[in-house]
């Protein structure tokens, strides 16, 4: 089985450039859930769907961050326009219903 | 205001003998809670979880224990080897949502 899969797996720029991270969930999975893991914070809760709704979004930072889910093999995390504090590893995961979730190997995002 | 609080950054452990990873939560509605471990590079991976009926959960050489009036868990890895070396993460999240709150993370480090 595949796992979670994000892309890019690093991705560096500069400030004021707009960044599009992708990912695929795991087949079959109902929930999709983007994070953010800083030192300072942790691991944090940006966004999660449900059959491709948006259902809590209170993590989301600012508005120049978006996330969609047009489908259910495919989900976007946008910002616009990026900002150095925006550095750190973005992952995405995907779950069944009342099942663990399985992460991806993250994107690693600096903005210069 | 961190819920879900590692107190412990980092732990060192000599091979063979248990370890024992220890998360407080301040939300007293919190009924689902969850292990992950991390290695470098790589997404979190689900080791154990346990709901709030229970006080005890046992996955091989994994047990996490909850107490419900200390608001605190463990986890258990009896017995330690070199490749438990990884990042472990607590989450938790309350009834009917599936936003989960993770701690910061305890590194830990098992010594051959």
């Known amino acids: 089985d595949a796992g979670v899969i994000q892309s890019p797996r690093h991705e560096v720029t500069e400030m004021g450039q707009e960044v599009t991270l992708r990912c695929k969930p795991i087949?079959?999975?109902?929930?999709l859930f983007w994070y953010r893991q800083t030192m300072m914070r942790g691991l944090e809760l940006l966004i999660y769907?449900?059959?491709?709704?948006?259902?809590?979004d209170s993590g989301m930072p600012e508005d120049r961050f978006s996330a969609k889910m047009p489908n259910a093999s495919f989900s976007t995390l946008k910002i616009q326009p990026s900002e150095p504090r925006d550095s750190a590893v973005y992952f995405c995961?995907?779950?069944?219903?009342?099942?663990?979730?399985?992460f991806g190997d993250g994107t690693r995002l600096s903005i210069l | 205001d961190q819920q879900v609080k590692q107190n412990s950054p980092s732990l060192s452990v000599q091979e063979g003998r248990i370890s024992i990873l220890n998360c407080d939560y301040t939300?007293?509605?919190?009924?689902?809670f969850l292990w992950y471990k991390k290695y470098p590079a790589e997404g979190p991976t689900f080791l154990i979880s346990?709901?709030?009926?229970?006080d005890k959960n046992e996955d091989g050489r994994f047990t996490v224990f909850l107490n419900k009036s200390a608001k605190h868990l463990s986890l258990h890895i009896v017995p330690s080897q070199p490749g438990d070396s990884a990042v472990y993460f607590c989450?938790?999240?309350?009834?009917?949502?599936?936003?989960?709150?993770f701690g910061t993370g305890t590194r830990l480090k098992v010594l051959a």
């Open positions: 995961a995907s779950s069944r219903v009342r099942q663990p979730q399985h």
């Open positions: 087949s079959g999975h109902d929930y």
């Open positions: 769907f449900n059959n491709n709704v948006p259902i809590d």
């Open positions: 939300n007293s509605m919190f009924d689902y």
């Open positions: 346990i709901s709030s009926i229970k």
């Open positions: 989450a938790a999240r309350g009834p009917g949502t599936y936003k989960y709150i």
